[in-house]
Structures are given as structure tokens and as C-alpha cells.
């Protein structure tokens, strides 16, 4: 028999290998694939202990083939009844095209009146298509001019085990995660008593897929049905003696099983369903699963022993900002190179620019493929000796680098400079300091005791490695500059944002800290959300707004989280409004006014788009009035999308109706390119007042944002 087995790219030779393992030697590889030759038996052992491939596929008919009609011709030359019931069913997995067929459903469908129109002419009966569970997968290809119908042996890709039903967030395929233990050298390994341990393990694949391989058991054997189990040329007492031999080996391998397999991650619900999984493949009894963070990782807890780190860490794509996850890939090298002396680490990652700042060096890396993504497995030994540690002998921190001391030094300048205004007004939160260095392109608020560091993000030309490398002593600078421990610096990733993504949860801490602003009472969130609740450059224009209140009806439009109103009211504003589209930021809003003592029945929220919510206002209700704007925002709430330099006339004149005769409208935005229409709005009196709304902390930035008064005439 001609056989054809797919498989991910960059398997084929490892597929060639396994076969030959499994006996059967008349192989070639093929892009994606190994063709072969071989008995039944050699298909049935194949689907039942490849851990590499995808299908196994017999070839039923190859010719050549052009149009629609040769396909149904080409089609018809098999004997479909020798290959299933006159009822049965069939699923159609159809790829290519050629000049008469550009459509992949179309040549489904051609494929499927073929058979159909077969054995009805011969039966009166007709199969159906079932895309479950059919009785028979016919796999059909056609490429420049040729075509091969195959029925697929395997059913269900292969690399399917039936054993995991749950997965992370960017879960491996189990074909892959076998490649990769057999590029680590595992087999070998488990063969002598190895020890295995994957620190971000995640739903376990990688683990589940080592134990099948050390204790011999067939990849194949957890699964109800394959391709050729309802196929009329079944054998199935050939099956049934493979089966059996299989299951023979699975109880002598659990038996003799000695290596140690062990995992981590700090998602304890993750770990749950690794353990879940691990008790379906039959291996949960093998595999410790602990919940722990990578850089509360220590070895001593390990068994004793040189083995195999392996491990697919998150890569950016998907999970996370790249500058974030390089501090995650730093950390997994230091700890390799201080605690795993002798060990091999095998660090499998679709962005190489990653495992560039673990400080290894890999002795050899393979291309693989994770789906459509092109990756890299890099095998790194881990030298004997231990590397630098990052104390020096007298246990002081080591000294800051030519830049870090550089960015450490204006640090100490700007919080000079600001000290005695910072001690004069109780200030407890403001900006020490905002790209003044440009290769140190990161904005530095202090939060009391905490530092919150906002990178903005390079642009694309900027090697991410030397950007890294910058934002690496800008994290090692801060808490010997500022005298704090480096759980209190949190850093986040600045990019423009759009939509939705302008109030997209980075984390889901809660963690709230209090501060006082002019005797105010306002609530921070340093971890959950790229702002913090509290636009510190706004700082001067709310206690503006707080002098100005008293006795007035005060109107906040995009209110963020209410502290424009808060500082209203504590200036003895009569009421207080605050209107905005997020239901999140106005709850927040609500915890602001509780804090301070508020009613909340004279300080209300509207949960609206300001631009809408304006058009249905009858008449001036307002005495004073706050708008802030955000640049733009095409948010799913909004009826369309918002630009503040397009709309912003169409904002003011709707704020301005709502506005006193003697009231003042304080229009703000932080688009640095922003102009007024001073033409369009010539009914009112504008006076810029930008600079008398900058406190000291941001006259270095006089682009922050830009501030306007605006009176009736």
C-alpha cells in the first residue's frame, strides 16, 4: 500500500525517523508530509503510535484533472462501494484548485455527487454527509492539473489524543509538543531515570506528552475512532492484536516508569485543568503539578539531579506586550544560569528577539511551526558555572550601568527641583519624570510609596533588544534612585490606543490605593488599566474647578472617574453630574464620592455618549462646566466615531447651551496638534489658559494637554 502522512512543517524529517522506528522503510519526505509504503497492519500501527503526524491517507486514485467535469470523472473511477455502505456517510476534505476550480466548497460538493450519483445508479441508495462522525473521510487534492483521492485513515487529526479537553490561553498542538521533546532529547533522557520540569507549564502538554514517550504508552490508544473504523476494508482482528499489544506495553511502562516529571504555573486554574488532563492520558499518579510564580522558582524544591528545563513561554503575539514579556525571558535566563548549572534548557517561543535577552547561548535551534506561526525551539546548555550573581560581595546592589546612572541622575535633579513645591502643597502623587532623556523614553509617577512607569512605545526601526536594554536600566535605576523595593515599581507599555482598547483591563488585581489631592479623597489603580484613575496633569484645573464651585451646578462630560466632580463638591458645589459611556469608570466615580462623604442623590452619574446625551439638553442648567474629551474614540457604546478636532465645535456649542449666562466652560484635551476654530465659535469669549493649568511637574511637557475658558459674551 501507497501511503501518505501530513504532518506540521518542519516534521518531516522527524516523521521519516518515527517511521522507520515503527518499521516501515520505504520512505520519502515531502513538504509537510512523508509518503511511504507498507501493509495494513503498517497504517493501522502508525495511527495508532505516531506522535508526529496529522493523517494518515490511502491513496485510492491518482490521475490528472482540469476541470469540474474530470474531477467527477476521476472521482467515479473508484469503486466507492467496496469503501462503505450504500447508507452511510461521508465528509469531503477537498484542497487546491486549478483553472476550472477556484473554489474549495464547489469541489467539495463535485467530489460529493460523484460518490453519491455512484451508488444510487447501483443501489438506489444514497450515502449522506455527516461533518461529525462520518463512516468514511475522503481527502481529495488538486494541484496543477493533478488529483488524488485518498481515504484518510485517521479520522480526526492525530495529534488529537482525547485526553485534553481544557487548554490555555495559546494551547500547543500535541504533535508539536512531542517534536519538541524529541529535538530536547527526551526520549533518551527518560530512558535513564531523566527529570523533566516545565516552569510555565500551562494546560500540561508538554509534560502529558513526555510522560506518554517514558512510559511507552501509544499516543493512539485514548482514542473511540479513527478514519478507517466503519471503512469495509477494515481488518479488524489486525487492529484489535495492535491494540492489545499496545495495551500490554502501557501497563509494563507505567510499571518501570522512574522519571520524574514536574510543573508550574502561577494560574492555579490553568493547573487544574493540566491535572484534569493528565487524568485522561492515564499519567496524573507521574506528573507534580505546583503552583508557583517563575521568580519565586527555586531548585532546591526539584529532585536531585541534572535534567531537562523545557518550556514555551508566552511570545507577545498573543498574551502580552513584547518589552513586557523581555523582563519575563531575562528573568528565566538569570534563573538557568544562577540555579540550573548542568542542566539543558529547551525554550520554544515564536519571537526569537525573546531568548535574545536570556543571556544564553543556544547550541543549536530549530524552526518549527505553532499553526501558521514560524518559531523557534533554541536548546541552550546551561554551563557548570554558575553565572555572576547580581550582588556584589558586600551584598550593596551592582552598580548601574553608564546609562542607568545617566537616567538615575535626572531622576535626582527633577525630584530636587519639585521638593519644596511636592512639600508645600502635601503633594503625594505627580510626575518626576517624562522622556527628558530621549533614549529613556518612559513617563515616572510617583504614588506615595509606589512607582507607576509608563513606556511609550518605540517605534518599529528601534532593535526591541537595545529598547529593552534601556528599559532595563530605567527598572534597575528606580528603586535604588527612589529608595523603594522593586515590587513597588509597576510597568506598563504606552501605544496609541483606539476603542475599546482605551479601557481594556491589563490585569485583574482590584487593588485600589488612596490619595489625597487639595483634600480630596481619590482613588488609584496601579495594576489593572494603563491609566491609574487619576490624570495627574489635570491636577491644577481641578482645583481651579474646586475654588470655583461653591453654591454652582456643576456638569463634568467625560468624566473618567469622577475626580473633576469630587473636587466640585468639595469646594461646595450645590450639585454635581458626571457623565460618561463606561459603566466601569463611572462605579469608580461613585467610590470616589462615597469616599469623601458625598450624597449621592445631589452628585449624580449618567452613563451616556456625551455627544448624544448634549443633542437631548433643553436649555442652560449649569453653572460650570468641565469637558475633557479623549482624542478619539470609535467605542462600541458610541453611535459613531469620535474625533476631538473634528467634533470638538460640535462639543463646546452643545456644552455652551447647557452653560449659565454667567457660567464658565472649561474645555480640555491632550491631542498635541490640536487647533481651535476660533472662526466657527466666534459667539463665545475663549481665553487659552494652558500654562496657568501646568503645576510644576509638567512645565517641562507644556504639550501635556491643552486648556480653555469659555464664557458666554
Same mark, same amino acid.
Given at each position: 500500500?501507497?501511503?501518505?502522512?501530513?504532518?506540521?512543517?518542519?516534521?518531516?524529517?522527524?516523521?521519516?525517523?518515527?517511521?522507520?522506528?515503527?518499521?516501515?522503510?520505504?520512505?520519502?519526505?515531502?513538504?509537510?508530509?512523508? *509518503? $511511504?509504503?507498507?501493509?495494513?497492519?503498517?497504517?493501522?500501527?502508525? $495511527?495508532?503510535?505516531?506522535?508526529?503526524?496529522?493523517?494518515?491517507?490511502?491513496?485510492?486514485?491518482?490521475?490528472?484533472?482540469?476541470?469540474?467535469?474530470?474531477?467527477? *470523472?476521476?472521482?467515479?473511477?473508484?469503486?466507492?462501494?467496496?469503501?462503505?455502505?450504500?447508507?452511510?456517510?461521508?465528509?469531503?476534505?477537498?484542497?487546491?484548485?486549478?483553472?476550472?476550480?477556484?473554489?474549495? =466548497?464547489f469541489g467539495a460538493l463535485k467530489v460529493k455527487d460523484a460518490i453519491v450519483d455512484q451508488i444510487r445508479d447501483k443501489t438506489g441508495a444514497r450515502p449522506s454527509i455527516d461533518k461529525v462522525a462520518p463512516d468514511l473521510r475522503i481527502n481529495v487534492r488538486m494541484h496543477r492539473g493533478k488529483i488524488t483521492v485518498a481515504l484518510d485513515m485517521s479520522g480526526d487529526s492525530l495529534h488529537r489524543r482525547a485526553y485534553r479537553l481544557k487548554?490555555?490561553?495559546?494551547?500547543?498542538?500535541?504533535?508539536?509538543?512531542?517534536?519538541?521533546?524529541?529535538?530536547?532529547?527526551?526520549?533518551?533522557?527518560?530512558?535513564?531515570?531523566?527529570?523533566?520540569?516545565?516552569?510555565?507549564?500551562?494546560?500540561?502538554?508538554?509534560?502529558?506528552?513526555? !510522560?506518554?514517550?517514558?512510559?511507552?504508552?501509544?499516543?493512539?490508544?485514548?482514542?473511540?475512532?479513527?478514519?478507517?473504523?466503519?471503512?469495509?476494508? =477494515?481488518?479488524?482482528?489486525?487492529?484489535?492484536?495492535?491494540? !492489545?499489544?499496545?495495551?500490554?506495553?502501557?501497563?509494563?511502562?507505567?510499571?518501570?516508569?522512574?522519571?520524574?516529571?514536574?510543573?508550574?504555573?502561577?494560574?492555579?486554574?490553568?493547573?487544574?485543568a493540566a491535572r484534569q488532563n493528565a487524568e485522561r492520558a492515564g499519567v496524573a499518579d507521574f506528573i507534580e503539578f505546583t503552583t508557583c510564580r517563575l521568580e519565586d522558582l527555586d531548585r532546591n524544591t526539584l529532585p536531585e539531579g541534572k535534567g531537562l528545563l523545557i518550556t514555551n513561554p508566552p511570545y507577545g503575539e498573543r498574551l502580552g506586550e513584547t518589552q513586557q514579556l523581555?523582563?519575563?525571558?531575562? =528573568?528565566?535566563?538569570?534563573?538557568?544560569?544562577?540555579?540550573?548549572?548542568?542542566?539543558?534548557?529547551?525554550?520554544?517561543?515564536?519571537?526569537?528577539?525573546?531568548?535574545?535577552?536570556?543571556?544564553?547561548?543556544?547550541?543549536? +535551534?530549530?524552526k518549527l511551526f505553532n499553526g501558521a506561526l514560524e518559531?523557534?525551539?533554541?536548546?541552550?546548555?546551561?554551563?557548570? +558555572?554558575?553565572?555572576?550573581?547580581?550582588?556584589? +560581595?558586600?551584598?550593596?546592589?551592582?552598580?548601574l550601568s553608564e546609562g542607568a546612572q545617566m537616567f538615575a541622575n535626572r531622576l535626582k535633579k527633577n525630584r530636587k527641583q519639585l521638593a519644596k513645591w511636592v512639600k508645600r502643597d502635601n503633594i503625594e502623587s505627580y510626575r518626576l519624570y517624562d522622556a527628558d532623556i530621549p533614549e529613556y523614553s518612559v513617563a515616572v509617577d510617583i504614588y506615595k510609596d509606589e512607582v507607576h512607569v509608563q513606556e511609550y512605545a518605540a517605534p518599529k526601526k528601534i532593535d526591541p533588544v537595545k529598547t529593552f536594554a534601556r528599559l532595563q536600566d530605567v527598572m534597575n535605576a528606580l528603586p535604588v534612585t527612589l529608595e523603594v523595593s522593586p515590587e513597588k515599581v509597576i510597568l506598563k507599555q504606552r501605544k496609541k490606543q483606539q476603542g475599546v482598547n482605551q479601557y481594556e483591563k491589563h490585569s485583574e488585581t482590584h487593588r485600589f490605593k488612596e490619595i489625597n489631592e487639595h483634600g480630596c479623597r481619590l482613588l488609584v489603580n496601579l495594576h489593572d488599566y494603563l491609566d491609574t484613575g487619576l490624570f495627574l496633569d489635570h491636577r491644577a484645573i481641578r482645583y481651579q474647578i474646586q475654588k470655583e464651585a461653591a453654591g454652582k451646578d456643576f456638569l463634568n462630560l467625560f468624566c473618567y472617574t469622577g475626580t473633576a466632580s469630587v473636587h466640585a463638591a468639595k469646594g461646595g458645589a450645590k450639585s454635581t453630574i458626571s457623565v460618561d459611556m463606561s459603566a466601569t469608570y463611572l462605579n469608580w466615580a461613585k467610590r470616589n464620592l462615597d469616599l469623601n462623604g458625598l450624597d449621592t442623590k445631589e452628585h449624580q452619574q449618567v452613563q451616556a455618549d456625551c455627544l448624544k446625551w448634549l443633542r437631548m439638553q433643553r436649555g442652560p442648567a449649569y453653572d460650570l462646566i468641565f469637558m475633557d474629551p479623549p482624542t478619539f474614540s470609535n467605542s462600541k457604546r458610541m453611535a459613531g466615531v469620535l474625533d476631538v478636532q473634528r467634533d470638538h465645535v460640535d462639543l463646546i456649542e452643545g456644552a455652551m447651551r447647557c452653560l449659565r449666562a454667567e457660567g464658565v466652560l472649561y474645555f480640555s484635551n491632550n491631542y498635541r496638534r490640536f487647533k481651535l476654530d476660533y472662526d466657527a465659535l466666534s459667539e463665545f469669549e475663549i481665553e487659552e489658559i494652558t500654562q496657568s493649568t501646568l503645576d510644576p511637574d509638567f512645565k517641562r511637557n507644556s504639550k501635556i494637554h491643552c486648556c480653555f475658558r469659555i464664557r458666554h459674551k
Open positions: 500500500m501507497k501511503l501518505f502522512l501530513t504532518c506540521p512543517k518542519g516534521l518531516e524529517l522527524l516523521l521519516e525517523e518515527e517511521l522507520q522506528r515503527l518499521g516501515v522503510t520505504e520512505t520519502k519526505q515531502t513538504v509537510a508530509g512523508v *509518503q $511511504c509504503q507498507g501493509e495494513l497492519e503498517d497504517a493501522y500501527r502508525i $495511527c495508532l503510535w505516531s506522535r508526529l503526524a496529522n493523517r494518515v491517507l490511502l491513496p485510492l486514485y491518482e490521475g490528472e484533472a482540469e476541470t469540474a467535469d474530470d474531477l467527477y *470523472q476521476a472521482v467515479q473511477q473508484i469503486d466507492w462501494l467496496e469503501h462503505m455502505r450504500s447508507e452511510g456517510t461521508l465528509l469531503i476534505d477537498f484542497s487546491g484548485q486549478t483553472r476550472g476550480i477556484n473554489n474549495t =466548497h487548554a490555555g490561553e495559546a494551547p500547543m498542538k500535541e504533535n508539536l509538543a512531542a517534536a519538541i521533546l524529541i529535538r530536547s532529547g527526551w526520549p533518551e533522557r527518560s530512558s535513564e531515570s531523566g527529570l523533566v520540569f516545565d516552569p510555565m507549564c500551562g494546560s500540561g502538554t508538554l509534560l502529558i506528552e513526555a !510522560a506518554l514517550m517514558a512510559a511507552d504508552i501509544a499516543p493512539g490508544l485514548q482514542r473511540k475512532r479513527f478514519g478507517f473504523s466503519r471503512w469495509t476494508g =477494515h481488518k479488524r482482528d489486525i487492529w484489535e492484536d495492535l491494540v !492489545a499489544e499496545a495495551q500490554a506495553r502501557k501497563v509494563k511502562g507505567l510499571l518501570s516508569l522512574e522519571a520524574s516529571l514536574i510543573g508550574s504555573d502561577q494560574d492555579s486554574k490553568v493547573l487544574r523581555m523582563f519575563l525571558y531575562r =528573568h528565566l535566563g538569570d534563573k538557568l544560569k544562577e540555579q540550573f548549572a548542568g542542566w539543558t534548557a529547551s525554550i520554544f517561543t515564536s519571537n526569537p528577539d525573546l531568548c535574545k535577552v536570556t543571556g544564553l547561548r543556544a547550541e543549536k +535551534q530549530y518559531s523557534r525551539l533554541f536548546i541552550y546548555p546551561v554551563s557548570e +558555572q554558575r553565572a555572576e550573581k547580581q550582588m556584589s +560581595q558586600e551584598g550593596e546592589p551592582a552598580p
